[in-house]
């Protein structure tokens, strides 16, 4: 190995090592990269590796704490049902918006593995038993011990016949809304979009609480997914925006209000 | 049994026991490498998502399971912290809220021949370069920190760490290649 190619190792060793522990700054980023492409792949690798195992071996016992895993348990969960519907247009439970592209390779991926899994292993192993939002929504009543359960009312521009209600924990950072009536939106003209005014936020900024689709004016059930953290709602609304949603709403079209008494 | 392949099939039983068994391990990390209490919490949901949602890339060549999610948590983990030193340019480390940790130790939670063998394989290793190696991946301290904690300079700082990994991962092959061959595991 001449001195040139071994100064070079060297340099892309301790850059990569940084990379892993520390994080490179945007320049050694770019000189990281450049030194990358000459070197094998498998040695990076082998580091990272490395410093996984070491994590391993050093890792602490304590538990997650109780909410923090009850929180990550439900998130996990509503997850895989989100992408269970992205594969069953049958669902009569609300589908998940449109700009959470992002699942769909999952969710195709999950899908195929889904029928190999069947036709492969049918009669060797015990079938997955699936939960709906409508368990999780009843687990969620049973263990949250700060529930706020409300009542959908009229917003300025009411749906006729839309009703249902809305449950959030706090502490759990979770909630779920029930819909009835609701008019069937067509996802690639118009979503609906939940707003959760926090009483640590500015009126004119509340968060928001995720975009989603109405299936059918039958029942359905959609997960709350607030973008922030939300420490003290007072007013939970609903609003007809575009496509994907907003990130600051007109107000225009505004059908459902929950106001927290 | 790798439980990642069932989270994939949609199988919501086998989050509880993801939980279970990765848990301590990503809460350990996120506590160590994380720059306030409230951040690790933020973290390790920002994990378990990722894990749920990639679920589908593990696969039983890629080594062992547990492995994968730590290679997975320390690269979040190392882009928040990165991230949160850039937005705190102007404040000193030590001012941050950190998470008080101990000194390492061999794991509770997992005794997988990987582990073991990282284990023996630190304790050969000089004992200016564990230190370097525990203070950095372990305490997650930057360099620069490192270099004023234990009045070496940056540049031997850097090296300590890259000469004991490199030292660590040859050893690690050694025992290895000993374990498959039915030899005696360092």
Known sequence: MSDGTRQNLDRWEDLHVARLLFGLSPEEQVEYEALARTMPAETGDEFERLIAKIDVAWADSKALPPHLRESIRAKAIAEIMQARQNTSPLSDISRPPSRQMNLLPWAIAAACLVVSFVTLTANRNPPVVPQDFAEMRANLLSSAKDLIELKWADGPTPVAGAEGDIVWSHALQQGYMRFHGLTVNVPTTEQYQLWIFDKNQSEKTPVDGGVFDITSTGDVIVPIHSKLHVANAYLFAVTIEKPGGVVVSSRDRLPLLAAVK | ?186
Not at chain 2, 6 to 33: F, P
Not at chain 2, 55 to 80: C, H, P, Q
Not at chain 2, 158 to 166: A, E, H, M, N, Q
């Open chain 2, 1 to 186: 049994m790798p439980l990642l392949p069932r989270i994939a099939l949609g199988d919501t039983t086998a989050v509880d026991e993801c939980l279970d068994r990765y848990g301590a391990l990503v809460w350990s990390l996120a506590s160590r490498l994380s720059p306030t209490n409230a951040d690790a919490e933020d973290a390790v949901q920002e994990i378990f998502i990722h894990l749920w949602r990639n679920a589908s890339r593990y696969r039983d060549d890629m080594g062992e399971e547990v492995t994968f999610v730590s290679t997975i948590a320390r690269r979040k983990l190392i882009d928040r912290l990165r991230k949160f030193r850039r937005d705190q340019a102007h404040q000193s480390p030590d001012e941050l809220d950190r998470v008080e940790v101990g000194n390492p130790g061999l794991s509770a939670i997992d005794h997988s021949d990987d582990s073991r063998r990282a284990v023996a394989c630190l304790e050969k290793l000089r004992e200016n370069e564990r230190q370097a190696i525990e203070l950095s991946v372990y305490h997650g301290l930057p360099q620069s920190r490192i270099a004023e904690q234990t009045g070496t300079p940056l540049g031997t700082v850097k090296t300590l760490i890259r000469r004991g990994l490199v030292q660590l991962r040859n050893c690690m092959k050694i025992g290895s290649r000993l374990h498959a061959e039915g030899g005696v595991s360092v």
